[in-house]
């Protein structure tokens, strides 16, 4: 079985979908000639023509909401939003309509639309190529937001995204797209939703990230456990919204210690969520107070590659918040 890229399954996963389902459908901005800015439509607009993988306006707003309109109509559309940064123009379309749909209309009208975002920095974009907007809507009931970590995921959290009758964020981060490769499981892969992930069993401390940094995650669990002997568990969060509270409390009742991971802004990142809901439901497991890895609160992201490196949550600060925690 051969390796397989993350941008790979994105890519097999919309390509099967549109073969078993003719109501599937791809619109965004350089998604069919071109293939995509970074490839991720690459040969569709060949094999199934300009109806549908459709070439769009730049025009996040009207992209999202004629998949709405679309949606509504019994297609299953799938929006490609070229940059997270871009994607304002479009957050009236997506919070007011396609979050609320099913609320407003007593149930009785579904909006089955997933809108591929791709986000996150490491590769000096600027401030407005590099941003980690994904807690912009885990606030909003009534949208799913996924945030796939490996290869596999991406192919199988796509595929179950576009079968599902609700509106779904599906983040992608650009560093995975071609630095991460497995062996993906032949087969019609679906995955659970609605679940998190344990990547790494452990018995001294929960380490909980998600997306690119959840890769980083994983490097530094390894690393510690060579030099201090510490047993790290990483969950994957895998989807924000709903959060899989379960998975990461029956971790920390296990482990006693946490460290949170992620590349959003500290202030209201997922990880002040998730803290909450541990310091609510599971304080008298812990031994130490959660830590917390993330983002500096700044306006943007800095081009300069020393400026982004220092932004950048990185291995030795993960390592260096697991080893104070275990320390405690």
């Known amino acids: 079985m051969a390796l397989t890229t993350y941008i790979d399954g994105i890519n097999s996963a919309l390509r099967e979908e549109m073969l078993r389902d003719e109501k599937v459908f791809i619109i965004g901005e350089d998604v069919g000639v071109m293939g995509g800015a970074f490839k991720a439509t690459k040969n569709l607009y060949e094999e199934f023509g300009p109806d549908r993988v459709i070439d769009s306006p730049l025009a996040e707003g ?109 983040f992608e981060h650009k560093k995975l797209y071609r630095s991460v490769k497995e062996e993906i499981p032949e087969g019609d892969i679906v995955a659970d939703l609605f679940k998190a992930a344990i990547r790494r069993a452990g018995t001294d401390v929960t380490v909980i990230s998600y997306g690119y940094t959840l890769t980083l995650a994983l490097q530094a669990a390894e690393k510690v456990h060579a030099a201090h002997g510490i047993n790290c568990e990483v969950i994957d969060l895998r989807v924000l919204n709903p959060l899989d509270r379960d998975t990461f409390l029956e971790s920390v009742a296990k482990t006693n210690r946490v460290v949170i ?52 949550p990185n291995v030795d600060h993960i390592m260096q918040a697991i080893e104070r925690t275990v320390a405690y």
């Open 261 to 312: 991971a992620h590349e959003d802004h500290r202030t209201l990142g997922i990880g002040a969520e998730v803290s909450a809901i541990i310091a609510e439901q599971a304080f008298d497991c812990l031994d130490a107070p959660i830590a917390r890895v993330a983002a500096p609160d700044v306006p943007a992201i800095p081009f300069a590659a020393s400026l982004e490196k220092f932004y950048m």
């Open 62 to 170: 009207i992209i999202v909401s004629s998949c709405i309109g679309a949606a509504m109509s019994g297609m299953r559309p799938v929006a490609e939003i070229q940059f997270a940064d871009f994607i304002t123009p479009a957050m009236d379309a997506i919070t007011q309509q396609a979050a609320k749909l099913r609320y407003r209309s007593a149930g009785t009208q579904t909006c089955p639309l997933t809108v591929r975002v791709c986000y996150g920095g490491g590769v000096q974009g600027g401030l407005y190529h590099s941003q980690t907007n994904t807690t912009w809507f885990a606030h909003e009931p009534g949208l799913i937001v996924l945030t796939p970590s490996t290869p596999t995921d991406a192919k199988g959290m796509l595929k179950a995204a576009i079968r599902g009758d609700n509106p779904v964020i599906y």
